[in-house]
């Protein structure tokens, strides 16, 4: 029994420096970029668009009429409404979704139908007073920001920040 035992023993010491030493040539070989991507699987899938909704079938699929009674998906677009605290209007006042100019507070208040995962901004570097501006209506789906939040600018842009829908 002893002599089995010291067997086992060894074989189990052989097997883990083996697997060590397997490890660190693997982790060696994810510096170099070509092998990175053969040997990891979140490479290959970096840079893959997601389509919107994720869990939305096309009406001819199985899935969708296997169960026609399914509760209909809901989108992951939102809408909000924006409004300028004590201005009626400020026409240099800019929203930017993502980047890139999408409205302007003409008149006091702006409406925007956004998707989840955008970045909003305000650009109030035209003006050089304190600006404040409330999230007056939201749709239900939203989970930030929220109805009545404010955000304040003096002169520069006012991050509201990346939409959540639930």
């Known amino acids: 029994m002893k002599r089995f035992v010291e067997k086992v023993e060894k074989f189990l010491i052989r097997a883990i420096i083996l697997a060590v030493l397997i490890i660190v040539v693997v982790q060696g070989a994810m510096t170099q970029d070509s092998w990175r991507f053969y040997l990891s699987l979140g490479e290959r899938m970096e840079g893959q668009t997601i389509e919107f909704p994720v869990n939305n079938f096309p009406a001819d699929s199985p899935k969708n009429s296997a169960n026609p009674n399914s509760q209909a998906l809901e989108s992951p677009r939102a809408e909000i409404t924006l409004q300028v605290e004590k201005f009626s209007s400020l ?30 901004e305000i ?7 304190p600006l404040s501006f409330i999230v007056k209506d939201c749709s239900s789906n939203l989970a930030y920001p929220e109805k009545g939040k404010t955000f304040t600018s003096n002169q520069s842009i006012a991050m509201i920040g990346k939409i959540i829908v639930k």
């Open 123 to 129: 650009d109030t570097s035209y003006y050089n007073f």
């Open 91 to 120: 026409p240099h006042a800019i929203i930017m979704v993502n980047g890139e100019e999408r409205a302007k507070f003409t008149n006091g208040e702006v409406a925007l139908e956004l998707n989840a995962g955008d970045v909003v």
